[in-house]
């Protein structure tokens, strides 16, 4: 993400996500984006002071390592990767596992794994549903 995909206002604070339409961001997140914005991190040398990335690594015009912005999450008190768990059993509750590997780049059996500790898995979905007219029904 680049810094253009933030936008802060009094009112509110939105992202884009691959070029979508802004989301607005929920509290608390977006209070620490407000405080985050105006102090991104390797910044402040000359060969990285344009840099647009709204995660800049230390390495001039590059990115944050996926590695260092994990422990950065980690280290102010954000458990990512219960987090990231979370969402994908939430996910997988609402629609077929494979559907959600597919759209998030998992193993179908990764998320399969993920559907079965939701307590819902989605294998009879084929067997489950049907179309009357435009509508999709569960029974």
Avoid: C
Wanted: proline share 10%; aromatic share 8%.
């Amino acid at each position: 993400m680049v810094v253009d995909d933030v936008q802060v206002t009094d009112e509110d604070v939105t992202v884009r996500l691959t070029g979508g339409e802004p989301v607005p961001v929920p509290q608390p997140f977006d209070q620490l984006l407000r405080e985050y914005m105006p102090r991104r991190r390797h910044t402040t040398t000359a060969r990285n002071a344009r840099t647009r990335w709204l995660f800049p690594g230390a390495i001039p015009g590059q990115p944050m390592a996926p590695a260092t912005l994990h422990k950065a999450l980690w280290d102010s008190g954000i458990p990512i990767r219960r987090g990231r768990n979370s969402a994908l059993r939430e996910l997988v509750l609402e629609m077929p596992p494979a559907l959600v590997a597919k759209a998030l780049g998992y193993s179908p059996l990764a998320a399969e794994q993920h559907a079965a500790e939701a307590g819902r898995p989605w294998l009879g979905y084929a067997t489950v549903r049907r179309y009357h007219g435009d509508q999709l029904s569960m029974f």
